[in-house]
């Protein structure tokens, strides 16, 4: 259980370009997923929190206009890199929280990533 | 604030052997989570084992178990019996609880790689 789905996997596009990223959450609901950022050979930097139904949390420093959360049903959220620049590539990676059968807590579970390059 | 230390950028370990990933961790809150993730190079993050600070055993998860030492503020994953598919990189993280807008969030340390010698 707890399986997390992000699609595209690897995704390459021109400056000034919009990207849309989906996370999906295959096998139970998601009340709250979360993105990330993480830069070669560093660690996971979170972006912002995203919650079904309502606005995403950013975190400071993160551009809420560039990078623009949609977490419009219990299985989807969608972060959309709007005019993407070079800087913007990245390894994007996104996660949702669950609490599976068994478990002691909820925890967070995560796709398998997407590598942003931009020309 | 919450701060998560692991201070062995990469550790080498011979097959078969045990080796244990250093994690240090600094909050004031009292009810805290601790959890460790492995990322393979595919990029994935997988978790691997939970402990909470009220848990008077050390967790365990199959090859996994997580020392804990909440005196000295140290949650070390010793993984036995490695594996050339343990060969990764291992983060550790933590969450606080309870409420607030935040509690469900993780602060991750900056990582182990872990390379598995044959």
């Known amino acids: 259980g707890a399986v997390v789905s992000q699609h595209p996997s690897r995704v390459i596009c021109k400056s000034g370009t919009s990207v849309k990223i989906e996370c999906r959450s295959l096998?139970?609901?998601?009340?709250?997923m979360f993105w990330y950022r993480q830069f070669p050979k560093q660690s996971l930097m979170l972006m912002a929190t995203?919650?079904?139904?309502?606005?995403?949390?950013?975190e400071q420093g993160v551009e809420k206009d560039k990078f623009l959360i949609n977490h419009a049903s219990l299985t989807l959220s969608t972060l959309t890199v709007t005019s993407a620049h070079p800087e913007d590539s990245s390894f994007y990676i996104c996660?949702?929280?669950?609490?599976?059968?068994?478990?002691?807590?909820?925890?967070?579970?995560f796709g398998p990533g997407t590598r942003l390059t931009v020309l | 604030a919450q701060k998560i230390t692991q201070t062995q950028p990469g550790m080498f370990v011979q097959e078969k052997e045990a080796v244990t990933l250093d994690c240090t961790y600094d909050?004031?809150?009292?009810?805290?989570?601790l959890f460790w993730y492995k990322q393979p190079s595919s990029g994935e993050m997988i978790f691997l084992i939970y402990?909470?600070?009220?848990?008077?055993q050390n967790a365990t998860e199959g090859r996994y178990s997580l020392n804990f030492q909440k005196a000295r503020k140290s949650a070390n994953l010793v993984i036995s019996a490695s594996q050339l598919g343990d060969s990764a990189m291992y983060f550790c993280?933590?969450?606080?609880?309870?409420?607030?807008?935040?509690?469900?969030?993780?602060?991750f340390g900056k990582g182990t790689k872990l390379s598995v010698i044959p």
């Open positions: 995203s919650n079904e139904g309502s606005k995403a949390t950013y």
């Open positions: 996660s949702a929280r669950a609490l599976i059968a068994g478990a002691r807590t909820d925890t967070q579970y």
């Open positions: 993280a933590m969450r606080q609880y309870p409420g607030g807008a935040g509690s469900y969030q993780l602060t």
């Open positions: 909050t004031s809150d009292q009810s805290y989570g």
């Open positions: 096998d139970f609901q998601a009340t709250t």
């Open positions: 402990q909470g600070s009220y848990d008077e």
